[in-house]
């Protein structure tokens, strides 16, 4: 292709990429798309999961009742587990991510978390979930979700 061909051709598709960009935020009860997109677009997509997913983790990081398991993480091990949330959320939720990580059981497996702490970080991601005015119907799919991972991280549930 020559140039001119080529810049005509990026020129025609530049709009399209534009479209495909992301909402930075969740999508809002008011803004949400037509039903039967996937969880992971309904939230807005890659960027607005990455606001909730740092939000919940700030909240659970802050949390008197949780932070004593993030106490002696360095900065890059908080970035690696807070990478490894966002995949698996994306993931989980239909987006076009693949989860890498260690499965549940294994990685929260002598960390002792209890039903109380479970409920702690329930209440923080519902915090979280209305910061960004997620959809009720969003919402609950959501905690649908996390609620089959419980077995796996709470222990003796
Ligand atoms: C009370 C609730 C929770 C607590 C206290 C907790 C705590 C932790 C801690 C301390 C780590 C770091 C462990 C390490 O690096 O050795 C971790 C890793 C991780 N957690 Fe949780 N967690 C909780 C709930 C969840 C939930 C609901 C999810 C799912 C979205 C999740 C997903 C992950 C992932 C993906 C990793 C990193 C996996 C890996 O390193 O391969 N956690 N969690």
């Not at 995949?87 to 978390?113: E, N, S, W």
Request: aromatic share 6%; charged share 25%; hydrophobic share 45%.
């Amino acid at each position: 292709m020559n140039v001119p061909a080529r810049v005509a051709l990026v020129a025609a598709l530049l709009p399209l990429c534009a479209t495909q960009v992301p909402a930075a935020q969740p999508a809002s009860a008011e803004s949400r798309p037509v039903a039967g997109q996937s969880l992971y677009h309904r939230l807005g997509g890659y960027d607005a999961l990455a606001a909730v997913t740092d939000d919940f983790i700030g909240r659970l990081a802050g949390d008197a009742k949780l932070k004593r398991f993030f106490v002696g993480l360095s900065d890059n091990s908080k970035g690696r587990v807070r990478q490894l949330v966002l995949d698996q959320l994306c993931f989980a939720t239909g987006g076009p991510c693949v989860y890498i990580g260690r499965d549940m059981k294994t990685v929260h497996a002598g960390l002792h978390i209890t039903e109380d702490d479970w409920s702690a970080a329930s209440a923080d991601l519902t915090a979280t979930l209305e910061r960004f005015k997620v959809g009720s119907r969003e919402r609950e799919e959501v905690f649908a979700l996390l609620a089959k991972l419980k077995p796996d991280i709470v222990e003796g549930s």
